[in-house]
């Protein structure tokens, strides 16, 4: 992808509907939850082709610095946070300017994998406060309880009926959420309505 | 024999009700019958009737493995019309409607088929147009349709969601005005008194468990309660269709899946027609007794469970009360569920088999009930004249080798779909 | 609900999942060789059986495999998931 | 509260005791009238309080009603609570919390509680009785007049028919242990498991914890056991991993022993707070479900045992006990077991003079009677009620003498009273394990059904399990509860111990399901109360065959009320095993089915409802089009510009025929732009990939050149058209295949089912790159210029030589962003479809605008590119319509025989091979003007007789072709294609229109492709 610094910023599907600042019912001990945006983020698709996953782990973990993800994990390393999205299938994810894309192309190409850009694809909201688990349990049937969800505990699964990607990130209560472009206000307006009751705050 | 009738009531009260007697007899079945119909649920029931009325064969018996009626007949949300597009399915469930119009005098039992119309919500202009061209079939068949527009819906029930929320705004909708509901237990015991007067024998807890063949023929049923022989056999086993086949050595088109019902807390009249809405899978009336009945979509798997799963309970509500927003203060009394003979092209089968002395009667899916006096009227004509009427010659099994489906939806063979 | 145990996911709703059928029925291997009785009893032919079933199941809200699925019609019951090329006959 | 004040005495109030808390006053008002009422109250507890006797109206024979219960059982007490778009009809007012300014209205009477004129179904009861309207309303004036005057009657309360103001939202929960019910059983069971450190959620439907315990004059360690209660509580709110869910149902068990339970987080309250949902839908998955949920009394089936002041005993406990009320001021108490000695002992204790215990046993043994006649009672072995009296309340009942065959001996002698206390046994709880398929065994000892062996994972205790004895409760709970616990790995499994119990013994009950009447009397012996199913149905219906218990159940409506026969089923399932002389057992049960109280619908359908019902979808350029004048329409999940309105214009037909046709004519003579990021597109890869496309399409695509792209049709299995679209190779291994919006999903799921299951050795990986690309569709003459002028210089070549059609380059950028160009088109216009990254969509969208500006560009909706594919004879939805195949759309030549896909196998079935099967042609109005709609149907002569023979129909439709100047549509046409030129009437005869059509090329425009071309 061509030098991030000659193109136009990023626009994010959620532009329209953020309005920062707290809402819902905000008590004296602050809000239950505050959801920040993840923008500027490259997120990669990489895919191992039939019976080349070790040599595309390989290839990553000398090139990128991080070892790809067991089902359901998340690893971080060097500047890349990768995903376990499905059999060998990962999403890779690093800041704008790293050049994630063409970095994986190198690394993965001859080792077997697939590289697919999603970056644009998907949004990516941080959730985290002390409310962040029942609000996120009132849209999914996923067990977020630390004992089944540790940190870098990873789900893909439906989330008030929309299909979005659960990243527990270290700590208690901080979830990244990830979900498709389209469907970002929907799942915002879910979010909102279900943090209401303990109140939340945009950033 | 007791003549149902106001006198007849009246006469009854008067001596305390001790001069009413058995609906229909508890035989022991006999060693033989002309025929045998497996299955006492609605299409059964006719079917013994009309063999008997229509045809003049009254050596028959009804075997059924619980008690009539308990099956779909006994669970299903009683809507009937006829206004399907495609003129195999329409010419069909229209003869059926017909007969509905007169089955209470005919079996001298209130069926309480009530016309109340039943209205399809449409959503879209594309949804519009499908449904005019429906509607159009309908009218060249002489079956009554009417395409209404938004404001003649809003007129015959304003509390539907016509806010500038609505999430699918409703455009408007077809309406047939000779579609409504019937007491679904009273079809079923009309239909089995009505047989039993004329001699059929309607023998309960009475499960045939296999068949006994010889060549290409069926000799004898056996059953939980001794083999029964016979010269021909009618299936219509509705959900257990598969299972029965089987004893017959028969793969058929056809699979089982739950489909659950709800009725609510008895209402004041509330609403007063059939309603389906258009933007997802949902159907409303409201019972005699007060109870709203309505249902959506099967459960997605195969089933052969009388009950099903919170997921598409939700869904149904979803849908309710998205369409009716007051809905949502209802509550649902009870749930239950139906095993459903989903067929490739969700059309139902009326035919012969590879068996020379059996017939089948299968593919109901969502549909069924409507389909209850025709069904059993040319299921009847098939197995006496040993060849369909012409309302079910398109109703042939081989039409799925022959590709001459009868696909409404245009889903294609996935059951699940239809 | 029926939880299903994704080989990749663990155990889930069975709404993450879209019910795809029967997996008994193999399609033709050899389309070539195949009759047109061969693939009607593919497309349009089903045990249908109460009891043990196998089927598919696709995870579409989670890791977009298909799952192959023993699971006992009348009860509901899951006896045995894997991979669509494991054999579940053992969970019988 | 003021008005609280104004209220009546409560004149049937204790002046000590219960939970009530009588610094609180509550005003409630009931008909009109106003009443006070304490915090604690239910609206039942505080209309006694107040001395109201009658409170609802029967089903069928609108008798009046009292209050029979205390609990969620009640029959009789259904109110019609709040009002307004809030209005709750067949609301049980032993369950309704009392909050300030509380009103509830009495149902299913006209026109007022004291006189309802429906009450002349009483008096003709004699004909009225079960399965009357089968036998009758046949003849003139026919059903449908009848129907009307029979639902007026029937139905209960009155739904709203405004919208429900409140919200409902959903809520997930996973546990180790579950607990349902929160008396000692329950309680000891939660303690057990949660002391372990295991997950435990337990719930209560009411709006604390003790059970019975609330109602009873129980002692734990020599103390109230109340204060037990209150501290086991207290333990359980101090465990991390414990929750306690009070005024929350659990209404259900399901597959995978998951359990829904209703939480009614504010229906105590006069309004939900802000932010806060009226009920909340509990998912909970547990490991382990422990069902303590109880049992609910059951009344003895006597005559006039419905009137007002007729009364459970262990209700008339509650009222004493937990509610400070006095349910009555002279009882008579009759019972066929020790409850009814508890109860006289404990009416007694609270002043009311019990004129009388009668003992349905003949025995006159027990520790229970002992301590009645020690506390100077007054009973009476071996008798009965035979009759009680009191229309709008109880005056007073006929006592005698059972001979214990059915009758009675010697006279009846009359008692005064306006209470009856009224035990026939306790019936144990087993819905829940009956919802997961539990078997039901019956049990003498407590004559009724008790759990037996039932699913994994679910273990029913306590009341609920038959053991009615305190410390077999405790004991069951804290033994099953801590086993549970175990069971998740936590804990050693070993009880603790429970506390000590002060319990007296308690002799056998002995079953009596229908106590004779009066000599010489006709007495109306209710079964079910609120569907008013006597005795004598019963017999009717066994007489008439109805003599299976589901047979019975339909016949009669036996249990299918709003209470789901909790207080009497049992009984009239006895009774038909009487008529039929066998056992209980053998006659059985009736299903239990899911919800064991009623749920409202908005719970259930949570937040999904309305505006949320699905999730809308919207495409990368959804913000520019927004404030651009766009109207936007539902397409599936998305909204789509549906045409765009100039500035200032007003969204009217005009405006919108105006815009339409200007999008169209402007794309047709300069230059339009339209949003196409909702096509499904889907990435391709793999050594395999140029194989697998070329199996799942039914054209070839193994020899499409790297740079080219190319149309393709896919089959279903059996041979019907699926789905149509492009699909370019990127590289040699690296194809992108575009979708309809509509089947996206679908083909992206059976791209990967034949990679997953069907050819697994094919070595190649799809995904979807739908939201990371927006689409745009520029489309026109001077499309090639503004591509030009948008494309930054040097990026790429865009003209005719180095881009033709059906050529793509993937080296161009615009304003800096990297694009993907594919020269095809939609509209038949020189077209290409520019894909960028989504979030640049808008800056690549408005640099081809701005590109665009000299050139006269409007962006066009799907109304335009609707008409301009039908101008151009392109299928879409209405043609692929799950029915067509290729031949029947002039698509043959792609199916062709030389290799195999998808579909194939099916193609020469002989009705697809019928001659006469309709096939897609061009129809044009023979006047040249009158529309001809979409959803007409073709025919040769609108006048034959009915059933009019048909040989197609109209498919999509404009009516007006700006290009050609006239109304154009498609249509499938038996032997189309042989009867071009020919004319058909397309009629309409639900509008009474009629159309002469002739039947054309499906090709409206430019035929030969040149603007494709040049
Ligand atoms: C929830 C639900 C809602 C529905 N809603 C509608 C609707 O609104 N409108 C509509 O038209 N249709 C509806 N249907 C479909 C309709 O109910 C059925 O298609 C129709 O009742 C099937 O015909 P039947 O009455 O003969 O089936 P059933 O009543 O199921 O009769 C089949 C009988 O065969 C018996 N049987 C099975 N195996 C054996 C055996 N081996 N030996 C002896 N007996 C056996 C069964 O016990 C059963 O009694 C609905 C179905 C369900 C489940
Ligand atoms: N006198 C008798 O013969 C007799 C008979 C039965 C019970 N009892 C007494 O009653 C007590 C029984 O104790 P227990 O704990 O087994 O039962 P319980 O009746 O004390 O408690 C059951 C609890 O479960 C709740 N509940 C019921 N169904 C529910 C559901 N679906 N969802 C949520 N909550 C639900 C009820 O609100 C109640 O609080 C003992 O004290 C026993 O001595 C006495
Ligand atoms: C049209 C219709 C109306 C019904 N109305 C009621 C009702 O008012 N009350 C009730 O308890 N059940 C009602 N039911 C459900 C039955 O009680 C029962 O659940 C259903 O027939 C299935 O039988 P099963 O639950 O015994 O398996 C109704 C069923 C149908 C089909
Ligand atoms: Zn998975």
């Known amino acids: 992808m061509a030098e991030t610094a000659t193109l136009p910023a990023r626009r994010s599907p959620l532009d329209g509907v953020w309005t920062p600042g707290d809402h819902g019912a905000v008590g004296p001990g602050g809000p239950g939850v505050t959801m920040t945006r993840r923008l500027g983020l490259s997120a990669v698709q990489l895919d191992a082709r039939a019976g080349t996953a070790d040599a595309v782990r390989h290839a990553i973990a000398a090139a990128l610095g991080v070892a790809l993800p067991a089902a359901g994990h998340a690893t971080s390393g060097g500047d890349v946070r990768a995903l376990w999205l499905g059999p060998d299938r990962w999403l890779l994810m690093a800041a704008d300017g790293f050049g994630l894309e063409p970095k994986l192309r190198d690394a993965a190409g001859p080792a077997g994998g697939i590289v697919v850009d999603q970056g644009h694809g998907r949004a990516i909201l941080r959730l985290e406060g002390p409310a962040v688990r029942d609000v996120l349990a009132k849209g999914t049937g996923v067990d977020l309880h630390p004992r089944a969800f540790a940190e870098h505990a990873v789900a893909q699964t439906g989330l008030f009926h929309l299909t979005a990607t659960l990243d527990r990130r270290r700590g208690t209560g901080r979830f990244d959420v990830h979900v498709m472009r389209g469907f970002a206000v929907s799942l915002f307006e879910s979010l909102c309505e279900a943090a209401a009751e303990y109140g939340y705050r945009l950033v | 024999m007791v003549e149902y009738s106001v006198l007849s009531l009246v006469r009854n009260a008067l001596g305390g009700h001790k001069g009413w007697i058995r609906a229909w007899r508890d035989p022991e079945p006999k060693r033989h019958y002309d025929v045998i119909v497996v299955g006492g649920g609605g299409h059964g029931l006719a079917t013994a009737y009309y063999l008997a009325r229509n045809h003049g064969i009254t050596n028959v018996a009804v075997l059924e493995k619980g008690y009539i009626g308990g099956g779909n007949v006994g669970r299903n949300t009683t809507i009937v019309r006829s206004n399907y597009l495609l003129d195999g399915n329409n010419h069909f469930y229209e003869h059926s409607l017909k007969l509905w119009e007169g089955l209470s005098r005919e079996l001298n039992y209130n069926v309480m088929f009530s016309q109340r119309g039943v209205l399809n919500l449409a959503h879209s202009d594309g949804q519009m147009d499908a449904y005019a061209r429906r509607g159009n079939a309908m009218r060249l068949n002489g079956v009554d349709s009417e395409l209404l527009d938004r404001e003649d819906v809003r007129r015959l029930y304003p509390y539907m969601d016509f806010s500038e929320t609505a999430r699918f705004p409703i455009y408007g909708g077809l309406l047939q005005p000779r579609g409504g509901t019937a007491r679904h237990d009273a079809v079923a015991w009309g239909f089995a008194r009505g047989a039993d007067r004329l001699g059929v024998d309607i023998i309960q807890n009475c499960e045939v468990t296999g068949f006994e063949r010889s060549g290409g023929r069926i000799t004898a049923v056996n059953t939980t309660r001794g083999s029964i022989g016979c010269g021909r056999i009618g299936m219509a086993v509705a959900g257990n269709t598969s299972r029965v086949a089987q004893m017959a050595g028969l793969e058929l088109p056809i699979e089982s899946h739950v489909l659950q019902a709800f009725v609510t807390e008895p209402l004041k009249p509330l609403i007063d027609g059939v309603v389906t809405f258009g933007a997802g899978h949902f159907y409303i009336s409201q019972s005699d007794k007060g109870g709203l009945v309505l249902g959506g979509d099967i459960d997605f798997y195969n089933s052969y469970a009388q009950r099903g799963n919170l997921p598409i309970a939700e869904h149904v509500m979803a849908n309710g009360c998205a369409m009716m927003p007051n809905l949502r203060r209802v509550r649902i009394l009870r749930s239950w569920g139906g095993i459903m003979d989903m067929s490739m092209d969700g059309s139902p089968i009326i035919s012969k088999t590879p068996l020379h002395n059996l017939y089948l009667n299968a593919g109901w899916c969502y549909g069924g009930f409507k389909a209850t006096p025709g069904s059993g009227w040319v299921f009847a004509h098939t197995i006496a004249e040993d060849r369909p009427h012409k309302f079910n010659e398109p109703l042939s099994l081989e039409r799925f080798a022959t590709g001459h489906l009868l696909d409404e939806g245009g889903k294609g063979p996935t059951p699940k779909l239809h | 609900m029926i939880r299903i145990t994704c080989p990749h996911c663990g155990p889930r709703d069975h709404d993450e999942f879209s019910y795809a059928g029967d997996a008994g029925k193999l399609r033709p291997a050899d389309p070539e060789a195949a009759s047109a009785e061969d693939w009607h009893r593919y497309v349009y032919l089903r045990d249908n059986p109460r009891g043990p079933h196998l089927e598919f199941w696709h995870h579409v809200q989670g890791c977009r495999a298909y799952v192959k699925v023993l699971r006992d019609t009348a009860t509901h019951e899951v006896l045995a998931t894997g991979l669509p090329q494991d054999d579940l006959e053992a969970a019988r | ?1014």
């Open chain 4, 1 to 1014: 509260m003021i008005f609280g004040r104004h209220a009546p005495e409560q004149t049937h109030r204790l002046a000590a005791g219960g939970e009530i808390d009588r610094l609180r006053p509550i005003g409630l008002s009931f008909d009109g009238r106003s009443f006070g009422g304490y915090a604690g109250d239910t609206l039942a507890s505080a209309l006694l309080a107040n001395g109201v006797k009658v409170v609802g109206r029967s089903f069928k024979y609108h008798r009046p009603r009292g209050i029979l219960s205390a609990g969620p059982e009640e029959p009789n007490a259904l109110v019609e609570l709040r009002s307004g778009a809030r209005r709750e009809p067949n609301t049980r007012a032993t369950m309704v919390e009392l909050f300030h300014g509380l009103s509830a209205t009495s149902q299913n009477r006209w026109p007022c509680l004291a006189f309802d004129a429906m009450e002349m179904n009483d008096l003709m009861s004699r004909f009225l009785v079960a399965g009357f309207y089968y036998k009758t309303f046949m003849g003139f004036p026919g059903w449908h007049f009848w129907e009307k005057r029979i639902r007026a009657a029937a139905g209960m309360g009155r739904g709203t028919v405004e919208p429900d103001p409140d919200n409902y939202e959903t809520m997930n929960a996973h546990c180790d242990v579950l607990v349902v019910g929160g008396g000692p059983s329950g309680l000891a069971a939660a303690l057990a498991a949660g002391r372990t450190g295991a997950r435990v959620v337990l719930l209560d439907e009411t709006d604390g914890l003790g059970g019975r315990l609330r109602s009873e004059r129980e002692a734990l360690d020599g103390a109230p056991a109340m204060r037990w209660v209150e501290s086991a509580s207290a333990e359980l709110a101090d465990l991390p991993d414990v929750r306690v869910l009070t005024r929350t149902t659990g209404f259900g068990i399901y597959d995978g022993n998951v359990v829904g339970a209703v939480e009614r987080v504010a229906d105590h309250l006069p309004v939900p707070p802000a932010h806060v949902a009226r009920q909340r839908l509990w998912h909970i998955r547990p490991r382990r479900v422990i069902v303590a949920a109880g049992a609910i009394e059951r009344p003895l089936v006597f005559g006039g045992n419905d009137r007002p002041g007729v009364m459970l005993a262990g209700a008339v406990r509650s009222y004493l006990n937990r509610f400070a009320v006095r349910p009555g001021s002279s009882a008579v108490v009759v019972a066929n077991n020790d409850d009814g000695y508890r109860t006289a002992l404990d009416l007694a204790a609270a002043g009311v003079d019990v004129a009388q215990i009668l003992d349905t046993r003949g025995g006159g043994r027990g520790a229970w009677r002992d301590r009645a006649l020690a506390a100077g009672l007054e009973v009476a072995d071996g008798h009965a009620v035979t009759n009680a009296y009191g229309r709008m309340g109880l005056v007073g009942c006929d006592v005698g003498r059972l001979d214990g065959r059915g009758g009675t001996v010697g006279d009846s002698r009359f008692v005064a009273c306006d209470l009856i206390a009224t035990s026939g046994g306790w019936t144990p709880s087993i819905h829940l394990h009956s919802h997961a398929g539990g078997k039901a065994e019956w049990s003498d000892a407590v004559a009724a059904f008790l759990p037996a062996d039932g699913r994994p994972g679910i273990a029913t205790i306590g009341a609920a399990a038959g053991r009615f004895a305190l410390s077999d409760c405790l004991a069951d709970g804290f033994r099953t509860g801590a086993k549970a616990a175990q069971a998740c790995g936590f804990g050693s499994g070993t009880a603790p111990d429970a506390p000590a119990t002060e319990e007296t013994a308690t002799a056998p009950l002995q079953a009596i399901w229908s106590v004779p009447g009066t000599p010489g009397r006709k007495v109306r012996r209710f079964v079910d109360h609120q569907d008013d199913v006597t005795v004598e149905d019963i017999a009717l219906a066994h007489r008439e065959g109805f003599v299976s218990v589901e047979h019975l159940k339909r016949y009669t409506t036996l249990g299918m009320g709003t209470d789901q026969g909790k207080t009497s089923n049992v009984a009239g399932h006895a009774l038909m095993a009487e008529a039929r002389g066998q056992p209980v057992p053998v006659v059985g049960t009736t299903t239990f089915r899911p919800p064991f109280t009623p749920v409202a619908m908005g719970a259930l359908a949570g937040r999904a409802a309305g505006r949320h019902l699905a999730p809308i979808r919207r495409t990368a350029l959804h913000d520019w089009h927004a404030t651009n004048g766009v109207v936007f329409v539902e397409a599936g999940p998305w909204l789509r510009p549906q045409y765009y309105l100039q500035p200032g214009e007003a969204n009217a037909k005009e405006a919108m025929d105006r815009a339409i046709t200007g999008e169209v004519v402007n794309t047709r003579t300069r230059v339009g732009i339209s949003d196409v990021s909702s096509l499904g597109k889907i990435d391709v890869q793999g050594p395999d990939a140029a194989e697998f496309l070329n199996r799942v399409y039914s054209n070839g695509f193994a020899r499409l050149p790297v740079g080219k792209a190319r149309y393709g049709l896919m089959l279903r299995e059996d041979g019907i058209v699926d789905d149509d679209g492009t699909t370019s190779r990127l590289s040699e291994h690296h194809f992108l295949t575009t979708t309809t919006t509509v089947h996206a999903a679908k083909v992206l799921a059976d791209l990967e089912w034949y990679l997953q299951v069907v050819w697994p050795e094919l070595d190649v990986r799809v995904s979807s790159v739908t939201e990371q690309w927006a689409g745009m569709a520029l489309a026109g003459p001077r499309a090639r210029d503004v591509l030009a002028a948008a494309v930054d210089p040097g990026t790429a070549d865009v003209s005719n030589a180095a881009l033709p059609f059906l050529g793509v380059t993937t080296t161009a950028t615009i304003r800096g962003v990297p694009v993907r160009i594919f020269r095809i088109s939609f509209s038949g216009e020189l077209g290409y479809e520019v894909n960028a990254p989504a979030d640049w969509g808008i800056e690549v969208w408005e640099a081809l605008m701005a590109a665009g500006e000299p050139h006269g560009i409007r962006p066009y909706g799907l109304e335009a590119m609707g008409i301009m594919r039908i101008e151009k004879g392109h299928v879409a939805g209405p043609e692929l319509d799950g029915r067509t195949t290729a031949d029947d759309l002039g698509l043959g030549r792609m199916t062709g025989r030389s290799k195999w896909y998808v579909g194939r196998g099916m193609l020469d079935k002989p009705a697809f091979t019928d001659p006469d099967r309709p096939s897609l042609v061009g129809l044009v109005p023979v006047d040249g003007q009158t529309r001809i709609r979409a959803g007409s149907i073709l025919v040769d002569d609108p006048d034959a007789a009915t059933p009019i023979p048909k040989l197609g129909h109209v498919t999509s439709s404009a009516y007006l072709s700006p290009t050609v100047g006239h109304p154009i549509s498609l249509g499938l046409l038996a032997r189309g294609r042989e009867r071009i030129g020919q004319e058909v009437w397309a009629v309409y005869p639900m509008r009474a229109i009629r159309v002469r059509a002739r039947v054309t090329e499906t090709c409206f425009v430019d035929p030969k492709g040149e603007k494709l071309h040049g």
